[in-house]
């Protein structure tokens, strides 16, 4: 066995080796749950923990269940490496065992009770007894080490065999290896992992491992295009029947209440008759969401205390449609005796399967969607893919090195009838993919080559070439290797597993021979090594944050050979205009990308589509006639591997920490130089208005008395000059300017007035118009800080204004304190709508009528000005729980914002001001919720 001399370990290697020893100690739970994701070096990680325990008992007996073939035989190769005796023999001889999920969850079909009344048997009885006696053996062994490679997979598949494996192996060491962020568990899958794990013990993430300089800076790139002419003429033609209901809504009598009456009187007549907009919205989100995108494409009225969001400035999905007329339907149509009302429920009925749902006796129901297979597994993906790779070798030339990720090798034997002559059978598969490949003279001089779990496909000669390649290697296996001929894909099989092939594929394309690989994603989407893949094109439907991490990790693996490599990461989406789902593609590439962190064009981390581009929305697509324009800007963008690197700075420093900010856009931007971002401090005001008048901490303008003999020709044009720094400097110029022929006692008493009216009309102004958004920011920081809700406050509040205008806010303190503040200055800043306290501000002091002649004057004049107005403004659901989290608010309003009142809703000077206010927007703004990397 040959010992390699291992490369030193990497920060994140020690740090969760340190985490694991400490979990490892723990006498009656030595369990821990590790996250690093892919190419972060989780399989050094445990043969380091295996040999450790090893070198202290060498009768220790490590068991490594991995998800498949080919990460098992990574693990005994790397194992064996490292110099522990490592195999795959269910007999547990060696010091490490890796063997597959599948080879101990072998299912006898016999086991399980046919009887309704029978209990369930536990999950190990119903093992086929092979799987039973290798979890007997497992459980004998007196000391065990079991660790779970991306033990997601048992969590999906196996949780409850997990579970009784590791009651039964109570004392073992166990170690949990995953690159499954923990926030995308939900549901049985986190209390599961919650019980059997207990916290994380050790993370981090992927922007974090490529600062580090242990993962390639990488890019997120999508290639927008729309379907084929046969399958747009489909999607038009299905579209129709949809498109004729939509416009029947409008037709007087169509039901005995019409459609859009029947939203009216659901979303807009109760509010705030009957409710409140906030109420309502909270008691039921989709529809409201869906109601005021109705009301953004003017076909409803705005409620009243609603505000559209990022997400309602978009004409209504069919979604949206769908839910709205399910409402109308369950609660009014199909309760009406009518027979006007009966047509109604048959026309619509007939109309939506052709948005993929269907009408049922308890309301709608999503059904299958032939419109979303079409989209899906358009022809036009494979030529896209063309594209981009022909794009590729263009920039990086012999570099380049190509993964094509597909959802299967075949795609289904069965298709709709609905689909005669628009899509066959391989639509969307592997196979189809590569014979565009292999046709397109863009890429077929790449020698592109298919690899699956039961076939290696490529064009003839490239086959050839393989079994020379693989003669090289193992002389024996070549020679019974075969080549079956084909145009343009030809084969090679006979006398290989998928275990062996995979290697010498894998090989086959680090060489050279081939820069393009199409795969599986469940081959080679995870656990798959290539550290020379440049580039991968995403064509799965795939949407999992589980399945969006490890399909990008196959690129971003740093390549020794290839210090400055950078990665780009291509997702192909086909969206259609002619149908209203034309944008299910869209949606995919939303959820690929929410909790997943790129870099955006000003350098900040950030999940979302965003950061594939600022344009994009998550809740549209743009239009198909922007699409060149943007496939042009994601080619320029990929081919500059330069910029991508350098703005990922790696090796500055970083906290680990993803932080959720507000990014606001105000009605009126603040105006700001182009390509220069502007950091934002607070400011408390100097000024306070209230019912006993105006004060000010702003001294009084210099309105000194001076001698005319002292006022020689210099003396005012000096004074003159300087003028350009103050308006009160300037008053004063003016008046030396004029002493020569007027007299210095009348000009000077009249310029000594006007300074101080100027400056008392001055200071009046400030309390007119919408307080600064850093400053109520300031206000919700403090607020929060004080009422024991966060552990910072102002003072690590980050204020930055983009070119534009956009303000983006963020409270630079733990994820959590992030996430309240940024939920609370949303709310602070928006219309009032039902909140249980509100705030409020004096506005608008009124102006002395008469001049100011004396400094004391100017003072007094300050303190008789009243306000005329008080505007008002919600005070954060967290903070307006009860009084006294609204007073500390309250106190902190008054030192960043200015002095106001406190009125709770539920009495009745409250509700008054309430209802007269609701609806009421002050800074009219657009906020969007982003969670920022850093």
């Known amino acids: 066995m040959t010992v390699i001399s291992p490369p030193p370990l ?127 053996r497992i459980r004998a062994q007196q000391r065990l080490v079991l660790v779970l490679d991306e033990c997601h997979h048992l969590l999906e598949v196996w949780g409850r065999l997990l579970a009784e494996l590791l009651e039964a192996v109570e004392r073992a060491h166990v170690l949990a290896l995953t690159a ?199 022809y036009a993906k494979p030529d896209a893919a063309a594209q981009i790779i022909a794009a590729e070798h263009a920039a990086l030339g ?79 296996l070549a020679a019974r290797l075969t080549v079956q001929a084909g145009s343009p894909v030809a084969t090679c099989s006979t006398g290989w597993t998928s275990r062996t092939w995979v290697a010498h594929v894998t090989a086959y394309l680090e060489a050279g021979r081939t820069q393009v690989l199409v795969g599986t994603r469940g081959l080679l989407g995870e656990g798959w090594n290539a550290r020379g893949v440049s580039t991968l094109v995403d064509l799965t439907t795939a949407t999992t944050l589980t399945a969006v991490v490890q399909t990008r990790g196959r690129a971003l693996r740093t390549d020794p050979t290839w210090p400055d490599k950078v990665a780009t990461n291509w997702t192909v989406v086909c969206v259609s205009e002619a149908h209203p789902k034309g944008d299910n593609d869209w949606s ?102 209230g019912p006993d008048g105006l004060t000010t901490e702003a001294p009084l303008p210099d309105t000194t008395w001076r001698s005319p003999v002292t006022l020689a020709a210099g003396t005012i044009g000096a004074s003159a000059a300087a003028a350009a720094a103050s308006p009160w400097t300037l008053a004063i110029a003016g008046g030396l300017g004029a002493l020569a022929t007027l007299g210095q006692a009348v000009v000077t008493q009249r310029v000594h007035t006007d300074v101080l009216t100027d400056w008392v009309h001055a200071q009046v102004a400030l309390t007119s118009g919408t307080p600064a958004l850093e400053s109520v920011a300031a206000a919700v920081a403090d607020g929060l800080l004080a009422a024991g809700l966060t552990t910072a406050g102002a003072s690590a509040l980050a204020v930055d204004v983009h070119p534009g205008g956009e303000y983006r806010f963020r409270l630079a303190a733990t994820e959590d304190d992030a996430e309240v503040f940024a939920t609370a200055f949303d709310e602070a800043i928006g219309p009032v709508g039902a909140p249980r306290y509100v705030v409020s501000r004096y506005t608008g002091a009124s102006a002395p009528g008469r001049p100011v002649r004396t400094r004391r004057g100017a003072r007094a004049a300050l303190r008789a000005a009243r306000p005329t107005g008080e505007a008002w403004h919600p005070v954060p659901t967290v903070l307006g729980r009860n009084a006294t989290l609204a007073g500390h608010y309250l106190a902190a309003w008054r030192t960043w914002v200015g002095d106001g009142r406190l009125l709770a809703s539920a009495r009745p000077d409250g509700a008054g001001v309430v209802a007269a206010v609701s609806g009421e927007d002050p800074f009219a703004a657009t906020t969007v919720m982003r969670r920022t990397w850093s």
């Open 398 to 476: 012999d570099r380049a090195r190509v993964l094509v990720l597909c959802d299967h090798e075949r795609a289904s034997a069965t298709v709709p009838v609905t689909l005669d002559g628009v899509q066959d059978a391989e639509a969307g598969s592997a196979l189809a993919a590569l014979e565009v490949l292999l046709t397109d003279p863009g890429t077929a001089a790449l020698r592109p080559m298919l690899v699956t779990g039961s076939v290696v496909a490529a064009a003839g000669s490239t086959l050839e070439d393989l079994v020379s390649f693989v003669a090289s290697r193992d002389p024996g």
């Open 180 to 378: 499954t962020p923990p926030e995308s568990l939900v549901g049985e899958q986190r209390e599961l992992v919650d019980r059997l794990f207990g916290t994380i013990r050790y993370r981090v993430s992927v922007p974090a491992v490529v600062k580090e300089g242990h993962l390639a800076p990488f890019d997120e790139l999508v290639w927008l295009t729309t379907p084929t002419p046969t399958e747009e003429d489909w999607l038009t033609s299905e579209a129709v029947r949809f498109t004729e209901l939509t416009t029947l809504l409008t037709t007087p009598g169509f039901g005995t209440v019409g459609f859009y009456a029947w939203l009216t009187a659901r979303f807009v007549e109760p509010v705030p008759a009957t409710t409140t907009w906030a109420a309502l919205a909270e008691r039921e989100p989709e529809l409201c969401d869906a109601a005021l995108r109705m009301h953004h494409a003017g076909l409803l009225d705005l409620p009243a205390g609603a505000r559209l969001r990022e997400e309602h400035r978009h004409a209504p999905t069919a979604d949206d449609w769908v839910r709205l007329l399910g409402d109308w339907l369950l609660h009014h149509v199909a309760e009406s005796d009518d027979p006007a009302d009966a047509d109604v429920l048959a026309t619509v009925k007939a109309a939506l399967p052709s948005v993929g749902y269907q009408w049922t006796r308890r309301g709608v129901r999503r059904g299958r969607s032939t419109v979303d297979r079409v989209l899906a597994r358009s």
């Open 10 to 136: 990497r920060v994140h290697q020690r740090e969760a080796l340190d985490a694991l020893a400490s979990a490892w100690r723990d006498a009656d739970h030595p369990r821990a749950w590790v996250v690093l994701p892919p190419g972060a070096g989780k399989t050094r990680v445990g043969i380091e923990a295996v040999a450790a325990e090893v070198r202290e008992h060498p009768a220790t007996r490590a068991v490594v269940l991995a998800p498949n073939t080919a990460i098992q035989s990574q693990w005994i190769a790397e194992a064996r490496a490292h110099g522990l005796d490592a195999s795959d023999d269910k007999e547990l001889t060696s010091s490490l065992t890796c063997l597959t999920y599948q080879s101990l969850a072998v299912f006898d079909a016999e086991a399980a009770g046919d009887e309704d009344d029978e209990p369930e048997p536990s999950v190990v009885d119903r093992l086929h007894p092979n799987g039973v006696a290798l979890f007997e």
């Open 588 to 689: 995919r590439l939303v959820r690929k990308h929410e909790g997943f962190h790129g870099i955006d064009a000003d350098g900040d981390i950030v999940d979302g589509v965003a950061h594939i581009d600022a344009s994009f929305s998550p809740f549209a697509p743009p239009p198909v006639a922007s699409f060149d324009a943007l496939n042009a800007r994601m080619l320029l963008a990929a081919a500059d591997r330069d910029a991508i690197r350098e703005a990922w700075r790696v090796g500055e420093p970083y906290e680990d920490v993803t932080l959720a900010s507000l990014r606001v856009r105000p009605a009126v931007p603040r105006v700001v130089p182009v390509d220069e971002v502007v950091t934002v401090v607070p400011v408390a005001p100097t000024w306070r208005l």
